[in-house]
């Protein structure tokens, strides 16, 4: 089984539970990777009975070449290492991640005589960021590669939806973001994040998991959180673009802070020291209006409420699980309902028996499914 991706596989934690999900479902399954070496030479290092082949592209550093051209010869560069490695390897079954790769895995199944997965880790058209020609393109790649493919993967109900109406019916499953969660119970301090900022008892704290981008919400949360008749504190914890803007805010205002990013398996830890989780995903793509994201789920197995967007897909699972309130991204809808959090004298509990729909344990299960689903249908070519 052969996973391909244009990302670093050993930082894509997605890739990874999965990968490592399957090759634990079965001995004689061999799982294999080819990913994006960020800075050294092609590798391969294994870890949990999972092999990881790392590319490296000269071409990335060919900076005195324009923009687009450069990107060219790094797409050529990419395709070719990535076609030469993954036929030598000769897969049964060639696991996709994302359109950037499916033009490859296509070829690779008709050379190869693979059987074909399509994981779109989003709805890949209409990502925010792309272009109307780029989405155009991306498309026309997954248009003309949906016969060929087995099986689809998609994040969310809606995103299941739209592949169905918009390009054909196939076989699916929905593999949800949903986090790893060790059996044994995680180590965390209750008070750890009040403690850290000098929090007092009265004041709730609101917490923000992600990256630190726009289409997040963030500009929004950092006017309200400075309104002198909000009494409760704001975290933010992650990484990106807009961190200096939050740490400059935190300078002027004592109610917000700024945590650096943790490792995967330490977030809900810190998450469950805060009062409120705070999911807002604004509406600048389709493919955001349909997403399902990470930090959702985190905060579900964090035991703490949230206040999440109101799109459809998080609708469906904010209001199923009990696990808190949804409002739109219009800053004074999303002021009243934090207020409406800070006045309670009692926080929604979340019950963690009720959510092993949204655990990573459930999307394994789908996963290893649909992998025995196409065993059998190569079992059954060979025969004839």
Same mark, same amino acid.
């Given at each position: 089984?052969?996973?391909?991706?244009?990302?670093?596989?050993? =930082?894509?934690?997605?890739? !990874?539970? /999965?990968?490592?999900?399957?090759?634990?479902?079965?001995?004689s399954?061999?799982? /294999?990777?080819?990913?994006?070496?960020?800075?050294?030479?092609? @590798?391969?290092?294994?870890?949990?009975?999972?092999?990881?082949?790392?590319?490296?592209?000269?071409s990335?550093?060919?900076?005195?070449?324009?923009?687009?051209?450069?990107?060219?010869?790094?797409l050529?560069?990419f395709?070719?290492?990535?076609? !030469?490695?993954?036929?030598?390897?000769?897969?049964?079954?060639?696991?996709?991640?994302?359109?950037?790769?499916?033009?490859?895995g296509l070829?690779?199944?008709?050379?190869?005589?693979?059987?074909?997965?399509?994981?779109?880790?989003?709805?890949?058209?209409?990502?925010?960021?792309?272009?109307?020609?780029?989405?155009?393109i991306?498309?026309?790649?997954e248009?003309?590669?949906?016969?060929?493919?087995? =099986?689809?993967?998609?994040? =969310?109900?809606?995103?299941?939806?739209?592949?169905?109406?918009?390009i054909?019916?196939?076989?699916?499953?929905?593999? &949800? @973001?949903?986090?790893?969660?060790?059996?044994?119970?995680?180590?965390?301090?209750?008070?750890?994040?009040?403690?850290?900022?000098?929090?007092?008892?009265?004041?709730?704290?609101?917490?923000?998991?992600?990256?630190?981008?726009?289409?997040?919400?963030?500009?929004?949360?950092?006017?309200?959180?400075?309104?002198?008749?909000?009494?409760?504190? &704001?975290?933010?914890?992650?990484?990106?673009?807009?961190?200096?803007?939050?740490?400059?805010?935190?300078?002027?205002?004592?109610?917000?802070?700024?945590?650096?990013?943790?490792?995967?398996?330490k977030?809900?830890?810190?998450a469950?020291?805060?009062d409120?989780?705070?999911?807002?995903?604004?509406?600048? =793509?389709?493919?955001?209006?349909?997403c399902?994201?990470?930090?959702?789920? /985190?905060?579900?197995?964090?035991?703490?409420?949230?206040?999440?967007?109101?799109?459809?897909d998080?609708i469906?699972?904010?209001?199923?699980?009990?696990l808190?309130?949804?409002?739109?991204?219009e800053?004074?809808d &999303?002021?009243?309902?934090?207020?409406?959090?800070e006045?309670m004298?009692?926080?929604?509990?979340?019950?963690?028996?009720?959510?092993?729909?949204?655990?990573w344990?459930?999307?394994?299960?789908?996963?290893?499914s649909?992998?025995?689903?196409?065993?059998e249908?190569?079992e059954q070519?060979?025969?004839?």
């Open positions: 089984i052969l996973h391909l991706t244009h990302t670093d596989i050993n =930082s894509d934690s997605r890739i !990874l539970k /999965e990968m490592q999900s399957i090759a634990n479902s079965n001995q399954y061999n799982v /294999e990777g080819i990913g994006i070496e960020r800075n050294e030479d092609r @590798n391969s290092t294994t870890t949990e009975n999972i092999i990881i082949h790392s590319l490296k592209l000269k990335r550093k060919w900076n005195k070449l324009p923009n687009i051209i450069k990107h060219i010869f790094i050529i560069e395709y070719i290492k990535l076609f !030469l490695l993954a036929k030598k390897l000769k897969p049964k079954i060639i696991h996709c991640h994302d359109v950037m790769v499916l033009p490859i070829i690779l199944k008709i050379f190869c005589k693979t059987k074909l997965i399509y994981d779109a880790h989003e709805l890949e058209s209409k990502k925010n960021g792309t272009t109307p020609i780029e989405s155009k991306v498309f026309f790649v248009k003309i590669s949906w016969k060929y493919i087995d =099986s689809l993967i998609v994040v =969310s109900p809606s995103i299941s939806e739209w592949y169905k109406e918009n054909g019916i196939k076989h699916t499953e929905i593999i &949800m @973001n949903a986090p790893y969660i060790e059996e044994k119970k995680i180590d965390f301090d209750n008070d750890y994040l009040r403690n850290l900022y000098s929090i007092p008892k009265s004041s709730k704290i609101f917490i923000y998991i992600g990256g630190f981008m726009k289409g997040r919400g963030i500009e929004l949360l950092l006017e309200i959180f400075q309104r002198k008749d909000l009494e409760s504190h &704001m975290v933010f914890l992650g990484y990106g673009e807009l961190k200096d803007k939050i740490i400059n805010e935190s300078k002027n205002c004592t109610k917000i802070h700024v945590h650096d990013a943790v490792p995967h398996e977030v809900i830890s810190v469950k020291s805060a409120i989780g705070l999911c807002f995903i604004q509406n600048i =793509s389709l493919s955001d209006y349909y399902l994201p990470n930090k959702l789920f /985190e905060y579900a197995f964090a035991e703490i409420p949230m206040l999440a967007s109101n799109f459809p998080i469906d699972v904010v209001d199923k699980y009990n808190g309130k949804h409002a739109s991204l800053i004074e &999303m002021y009243k309902t934090i207020k409406e959090f006045t004298d009692q926080l929604p509990k979340i019950q963690i028996e009720d959510l092993y729909d949204l655990s344990s459930a999307q394994e299960e789908k996963l290893i649909l992998y025995k689903i196409i065993e249908n190569i070519e060979g025969k004839k």
